[in-house]
């Protein structure tokens, strides 16, 4: 939606104030209700109430809305925005023959721009100030220089996890091209940007990919990888990083859902941290989202979106989707056991946390991120929305946040204390720019795919299914299959 009030005067370095705001502060101060918030330049410099503010200082009415830290997202393949929604209806497999085995390598250094361009900006629009870039179409220093133009041009706070999904990661992440492209990105000082490592342990026995971890143990680069994904990678992986001397607080492991308990205790005695993304394990198949087996383990949790080639790219959707998995569980478990739940163990608090300053953790930005505490970066968002009815009363905030807000609430967004959305519209933005970069994307790989093959991506084959019989004969009707007479 779009909001007519008018744009204040947002000049650079100007003082802006929250005021009245239910504020959720995701540290120890927990709660707020009626507070305001006052940023300096791009930090937090007070929260309270009634606070005293510079002249000149520009209001922000922040009545009956929540105050929030800004969202964190820990993986996200923002490349594969440019074809999103293309895989709907795809399978895990279907995905791996789509990127890894056929089309990946059609994508051009420009095609990872424009994906990275349309990413950012859905990202900051929906509250997510901080996104982990799970850039694995890398497939030279051309592809990895365009990913970071466009981050290092959007709005917002963004760290790209480089990857190749094409190449051995202990040759690319120890060529001397790549050794180059990490001292000239890393070497320019900019507290919006970072860098990890992205790769996957296969499992194999000889462990090829110790060059990759010494590489960032060298380059002091954090990992970030895909673990416990049915399949593909599994306990053997985790043992041989520990064998090795690699699973330290430094590593993400994304997914996580198909470990044993040795392996959970493995992670959560190293310091590793959990990357869960509920859509995408609920539907693509890595295994069941994996919260109510982190939470028993003490492993700390942040949560993702994976991809938008496949689903959605908030992360409002991440924390309804994660609460309402956990709670599944726990009542499956249960049931099996004959029994009811009459406690839910995981709360909403808790799921707004690992949305922000347990990604923030994850990313090894908690100092500066995450939380709103005076003196830490002033990355805000605020929902607000007065012409909808599903955020009002405001009686449980974080329950709202969780089962009632989503992407078109968030009001006005600051990175670094600049507002960079205010009234629901984004602020100076480059939208219709990305929005052409991706058409000439999809125009390039639909060309180059064919039309035959881009339309068995859109609808991959439905196989028949093999009906129940029902020995009901009540009357003389006939169901049929429901799915074939939905598309006749």
Known sequence: MTDSTPLPDFAPGRPIVFRNATILTMDRAGLIEGGDLLVLGDRIAEIGHGLV??????????GGGILM????????????????????????????????????????????????A???????????????????????????????????????????AYGNLLGAPWEWSNSKDFRAFVARTAGARDDRFGLQLAFDVTADPAFPEKGAFEAARELG?????????????????????????????????????????????????????????????QSAGQGYPPTWQLRKHGIPVSLSM????WWSADLFSAMRATLSADRSREHLEAHAKGETVVHNLLRAEEVAHWAT??????????????????????????????????????????????????????????VDGQPVKYAHRLLNSKLEAAKAEVARTVEHARSTMGEEAWRESVTPQLPDAERIPNPYTYTDFDGGDARHQAQS
């Open 69 to 116: 830290p800004g969202m964190v997202d820990t993986h996200r393949h923002m490349w594969q925005t440019a074809l999103r929604g293309l895989g709907a209806d795809w399978t895990l497999s279907q995905y791996f023959v789509f990127y890894y085995l056929t089309w990946g390598k059609i994508f051009r250094p420009e095609d990872i721009h424009a994906g990275n």
């Open 53 to 62: 503010v510079p002249d000149g200082t520009a209001e922000i009415d922040a």
């Open 221 to 281: 680069l954090r990992v970030t990888t895909h673990a416990g994904v049915w399949g593909a990678t599994n306990d053997t992986s985790i043992q041989l990083m520990w064998d090795h001397g690699f699973m330290t607080p430094d590593v993400t492991y994304v997914h996580a859902a198909t470990l044993t308990d040795d392996s959970y205790q493995r992670i959560a005695a190293s310091g590793g941290t959990v990357s869960v993304s509920t859509e995408s394990e």
């Open 357 to 414: 300053i347990g990604g923030a953790r994850a990313l090894g930005l908690d100092a500066e991120i995450g939380s709103l505490v005076a003196g830490k970066k002033a990355d805000i968002v605020l929902i607000k929305n007065d012409h909808s009815p599903a955020l009002y009363p405001l009686l449980h905030p974080y329950g709202t946040l969780v089962f009632q807000a989503g992407r078109g609430d968030v009001h006005t967004v600051l």
């Open 306 to 309: 994976d991809t938008s080639v």
């Open 118 to 160: 349309l990413s950012a900006l859905e990202a900051v629009d929906s509250g997510v100030t901080t996104t982990l870039d799970w850039s694995h179409g890398l497939q030279t220093i051309d592809h990895g220089e365009a990913a970071v133009d466009a981050l290092k041009s959007a709005p917002g706070r963004y760290v790209l």
